[in-house]
């Protein structure tokens, strides 16, 4: 991966992303309370890797790090060697824009937002034309099959279908790295395994998948599961 | 899709919010539009008062002698023999550069004249000039239309028991008391007045003008320039602009001005805090939304874009709503606030200067907002990631 915008150091590059004992610590009043204790694992391009654990466990945290979003107390991430937290918060936010897409808990669409203008705002900032925008929105759009329903408000729509909007806007800009919080948490079995599936097809495409879940139903076409509980990774 | 899509879409989502947005900017506009047009039309409508009916400029003979007053102004020795103004010559004021400026122009002649053994001061007036000159007057009976007629002061009607119909022999010509001047508190209420050619012969002053009161139009000329012309026409004429008159009733118009402006200043206080207060609170309402953009990849610079660009839309439909109804309420209030006033009409360098007032009102009080929300932690911001 070249990036014009954070300068990566130039030496061999072993894996896609490296975690170098990692922690972070949160202050909860006079007390400490350690979210993550210390964490050291990589992730290969082209993997499709789940992070399973309990509700509590740490593992929304680790992901919020490696989106760039959550400043780890301890260790570093490499990102294709570049370590991410020596960037600015502002070349981060470029970082987070031309390389990682995020699939929120909860989808996270913009309620005044149509599902095309949903789906077009990581490019709202790329310098991209309208028409080109379109075009490259409505191709997603068409990828996970919401075709016909461009022009409705996120409320319009069922749950399944706004974790599709929620996926077209993650890879609309089609970023090397998609950052998946739970995508299935909020949806039903059948709807689980379709949003599951077209992961899996993505990825399938090249595109490097780190999935959240507490489910392990969610991790059966995954290449690898980390398991986090208390903090620490336990197996990978 | 660009950044102002998504300011346009949230305030058309939140319509709500923007109409109350608005609504602060709005009262304070209008406030500063509805006192800034009502002094403008006021200070107008009383300069054309003044034009029209008051005189600015006095022309009298120039002279060495002692003299009598009129109004504070000295008169050309009405005791003495001396140079009065040649009547003939007084059309010569509407022949100067300015001649357009020149309203009503007054002559009159005065003069001593013993009434039952007592002197009393004579005025001879163009009656038709002069009342419309004097518009403050009051009378009881009917103002003189022959030349026989006469106007008595208050004062002088008491000291000779004089009523309207009563008759009156001045020199030897009899005249009528037509008409009885209720107390002005000035010169008039110790005099006689008459028509000034009937007055001429009655002090053996015919052909001649002692003083001349000019009233002149001068909104957009000089009143000095005026004057010059007016003493080069006549240089045996000391010519005098009456500026305290003048100055008394700006002053006047410059302390309310100063007035509304304060109230403006307060007005726009309180608008400028309403729309802080609501933008702090949308900012603070829409933090999972600044999370998301920042964590897509926005840089706190677009986040900053989003928030002013709603403040500058706001200011924008606020100022020119607020420069539309300010002149709205001054059209309806104008009436009100002075007797046949009259509105001036839109004043659009006011229009631009609101438009952009309430714009930078509004970006001013949306940039700690506009701030805050652009340096939201992305992580705090999103707490489900």
Redesign the interface.
Known sequence: MNSTNTNPAEHEVQHLIEIRGIGKDYQDGETTVQAIKQMDFYIDDGEFVAIMGQSGSGK?TL??IL?G??HPSRGEILLDTLDIYGLS??QR??????Y???I???F?L????TVL?NV??????TGKK?KQ?DKM?RDVLAKVGLTGKANRLPDQLSGGEQERVAIA??IVNKPPILLA?EPTGSLDSKTADEILALLKELNEKGQTIIMVTHNPDACKDTTRTIQVKDGSCYAH | MKLYNISFNNLNRRKGKMIFLVLGLFIGIATIVTLLSITESMSRDIEDQLDQFGANIVMVPKSENLSLSYGGVSMGGVNYKTVELDEARIPDIRTIEYSKNIGLVAPKVLGAASVKGKDVLLMGVDFESELALKNWWQWEGTPPAQADELLIGSQTAATFNLAVGDSLVLGEKEFTVTSILKPTGATEDGIIIGDLHAFQKVLGKEGKVSMVEIAAFCRDCPITELVLQIAEKFPDAKVTALRQAVMSKMQSIELFKSFSYGIAILVIFIGSLLVFVTMMGSVNERTREIGIFRAIGFRRGHVMQIILLEAMVVGLIGGVLGYLGGNGIALVAMPLVIKNGTFAGFNYNLGGVAVLLSIALSLLASLYPAQKASNLDPSEALRAL
């Open positions: 929304s992901l919020s989106g979003l959550n918060s502002e936010a470029d970082l987070r824009s031309e990682i897409g995020v929120f808990q909860s996270q913009i309620p005044y937002l203008e077009k705002l990581p490019l709202a900032i309208g925008q929105a806007r993650a919080d």
